[in-house]
């Protein structure tokens, strides 16, 4: 074994151990030798994509290619990912249903009728093509659907322990949910929305729970490449909005008063603190979407950037530092992955705890 | 100077906020602990949400640094 298969054995070895495995080259090509931009494949790896890059092998990028949906003038057009090549930068061209498409930085874009290939402007933009609308099964598409199809088998068969056995001590997958479940009703919906009411928001309050839990595991799944799901704005924005809807809903005589009308303070406090509350009724969904994306985008990156500190540096001296720091980056992560999913809810339940509050005599 | 200089400069000062904040949340709460252990299990959860508060206004800024970077 010469020293060089010997470094490269040692250094797959640590790469494995850690979270994130392969890098994707953007280009198949292995005689053109890139400069390495951490960005880049950082942007890369965080953002939603249409297929699952595996790992490269000799060069060539192994990757499970997604269904590409479009909805174009001409109708419904798909095709296979697979047609692209790898390629991100829009050189390969597809033409399907009458229709020339590009893949560029992720986005499907549509060429115009007489164009030829991708013209682009100063920044980058290309200007001789459109985006159709896009309701392809994309990376966190599909681990979504993964993630809810895992749910309802793990919930479903909780529930059927149940049924089967009333009153006697769970077994099997019950055994592991019960607790969890005594825990979301126990810690966070009694004692933030109240005795009398809490059990209104439980089917809720457990659905966020497990559901953004499950998906910022799976976000920390080597092989699954990172699927970056709640660290996507708009799966936390749905949630917030979903939480914001169901506080609005069941908003009291009183919530409104304290909003429109504080009481207890003199009047111009009252016309003071009017637009204040009125804004702060729209803060609190986005100060949770922001949450929950930011955490888990960060996470991410921070591990990322860990990673390319052994490619900026050229050096496999550098590997045991950045592998050990990025090991402890990740099993801080797993514990965050249970926090963020926690604090999501927890303050869910506040808002609705708020919301339903009666007045003080 | 460029841009993205500025960004990961307001990041820093996004990230000393935090860190200045959780860190009182944090040692409070310890203390607080401390002097009373059968609190223990409140304490904690609600050292959590306020330490979430804090951390969301440090990560609006570091949102803005990613925006901008």
């Known amino acids: ?361 | 100077m460029t841009i993205t200089g500025i960004a990961a400069i307001g990041a820093g000062l996004a990230a000393i906020g935090a860190g200045l904040g959780i860190g009182k949340i944090g040692g409070s709460a310890m203390e607080a602990m401390a002097r009373q252990p059968e609190m223990h299990g409140k304490i904690q959860s609600s050292a959590l949400i306020l330490a979430a508060f804090v951390e969301a206004v440090a990560l609006f800024g570091v949102v803005v640094a990613f925006l901008q970077g």
């Open chain 1, 1 to 361: 074994m010469t020293l060089n298969t010997f470094k490269s054995t040692i250094f797959s070895v640590l790469f494995l151990a850690t979270t994130f495995v392969g890098f994707a080259s953007e280009n198949s090509d292995p005689t053109e030798d890139k400069e390495f931009n951490a960005k880049e494949m950082i942007l890369h790896h965080v953002k939603d994509a249409h297929e699952f890059h595996l790992w490269d092998w000799k060069g060539k990028p192994v990757s499970l290619s997604l269904p590409v949906i479009l909805w174009t003038d001409n109708g419904l057009t798909t095709f296979s990912s697979s047609a692209f090549h790898h390629d991100d930068s829009g050189k390969v061209i597809v033409e399907k249903n009458g229709g020339k498409f590009v893949k560029l930085h992720e986005k499907i874009y549509q060429l115009d009728a007489n164009a030829q290939e991708v013209a682009f402007d100063a920044e980058h933009h290309p200007t001789n093509a459109s985006m159709p609308t896009d309701i392809s099964i994309t990376r966190n598409v599909f681990m979504m659907w993964v993630s809810v199809i895992l749910l309802l088998v793990v919930f479903l068969s909780t529930a059927k322990v149940y049924k089967k056995s009333n009153d006697k001590v769970p077994t099997g997958i019950a055994g592991f949910i019960e607790p969890l479940i005594v825990f979301v009703r126990d810690e966070i919906a009694r004692p933030m929305i109240g005795e009398h009411k809490y059990k209104k928001y439980m089917p809720y309050l457990l659905t966020i729970f497990f559901f953004i839990w499950i998906n910022n595991i799976f976000g920390l799944i080597p092989i699954l490449n990172g699927a970056n799901l709640s660290g996507n704005i708009a799966f936390t924005f749905t949630l917030a909005i979903f939480t914001f809807i169901i506080t609005t809903i069941s908003g009291n005589k009183n919530y409104w008063k304290h909003i429109f009308w504080m009481p207890g303070v003199p009047v111009p406090m009252k016309i003071f603190l009017m637009p204040i509350e009125i804004i702060g009724m729209f803060v609190k969904p986005i100060s949770l979407m922001i949450r929950l994306f930011a955490n888990i985008t960060a996470g991410h990156v921070i591990i990322l950037a860990l990673m390319s500190l052994i490619f900026v540096f050229k050096s496999v001296a550098i590997a045991p530092v950045s592998v050990a720091f990025s090991l402890f980056i990740t099993v801080i992560e797993i514990i965050v992955t249970a926090i963020q999913a926690y604090i999501f809810t927890i303050l869910s339940a506040l808002y609705f705890g708020m919301a339903t509050e009666e007045e003080h005599h």
